[in-house]
């Protein structure tokens, strides 16, 4: 897809990865529309011509204010990119089922109520591309994000049905799956804190603006997965053939071994 034109529905879009995505797109020629919290930071991630909508994307009036008003302004919604989410670091075995509702409220039915809410829309012009933000623990299961991971991989699957499930209508979808790239992900968790080894291991993360960059690169060639960085695939070939030895290795960095 050419993006110069196109209109951009981003979540999430404050800060790291989803205000990353507001500027490359935006460098593209995209219009674009926001949503996040802080209307204080949209604009300064969106500048002078972006939509911006602050509120809660948990509650169903502000997404669909933020669909609307994107239509209302520029008449379409092109591409949704559904970045917004949150990690749990809690055990599943002892995470308060109140933050695993909440957990899988933002980063699985969020995205599900996007999608019906602009799916229509993009159905009737013809086309269109959905984008939603997973990660590569929902690709191998991170035992220090054992419920997060839970989550992408039921994000992912929602995106690979919605691929097949809106073909003929010209819809495409992309699972975006980074690995550790520079954000407060980890000081914006519902819960719980990272092992000592993953929270060292930031130093060699990637940027919120490199990921951002392989976003758009997708959404141009139509690509079906985004890795970010691509040498994540390594990461999950080595848990499809030597599963036992992975699952080893990923318990030795919970325990702190």
């Known amino acids: 897809m050419r993006i110069d034109g196109k209109v951009v529905l981003i979540t999430g879009a404050s800060e790291g990865i989803g205000a990353a995505c507001a500027g490359a797109f935006r460098k593209r020629g995209a219009r674009i529309s926001l949503i996040a919290r802080s209307a204080e930071k949209l604009r300064a991630a969106g500048g002078p011509d972006a939509l911006i909508t602050a509120g809660d994307l948990t509650v169903p009036e502000i997404r669909e204010a933020a669909v609307s008003a994107t239509i209302e302004r520029f008449g379409a919604v092109d591409i949704l ?99 550790y790239v520079q954000t407060n ?50 990461f999950v070939l080595a848990e499809r053939l030597l599963p036992s030895l992975v699952d080893a290795q990923l318990a030795a960095i919970l325990h702190d071994v």
């Open 185 to 234: 992900f980890q000081e914006h968790a519902l819960g719980g804190d990272p092992p000592p080894k993953i929270a060292r291991s930031k130093r060699f993360a990637i940027t919120p603006e490199q990921c951002a960059e392989s976003i758009a690169r997708g959404v141009e060639r139509g690509a079906r997965t985004v890795m970010a960085p691509r040498s994540g695939w390594l």
């Open 81 to 179: 990119i559904n970045n917004a989410g949150m990690g749990l670091y809690d055990p599943a075995w002892r995470a308060p089922l109140a933050d695993a509702r909440g957990l899988f409220e933002l980063n699985f039915f969020v995205p599900l109520a996007l999608t019906q809410l602009v799916a229509p829309h993009m159905r009737r012009r013809g086309g269109g591309v959905i984008v939603n933000v997973s990660s590569v623990a929902g690709k191998v299961t991170l035992p220090w994000l054992t419920l997060y991971s839970a989550s992408k991989y039921a994000l992912g699957s929602l995106t690979d049905g919605l691929r097949m499930e809106l073909k003929k209508d010209g819809i495409h979808t992309i699972a975006v799956c980074p690995g």
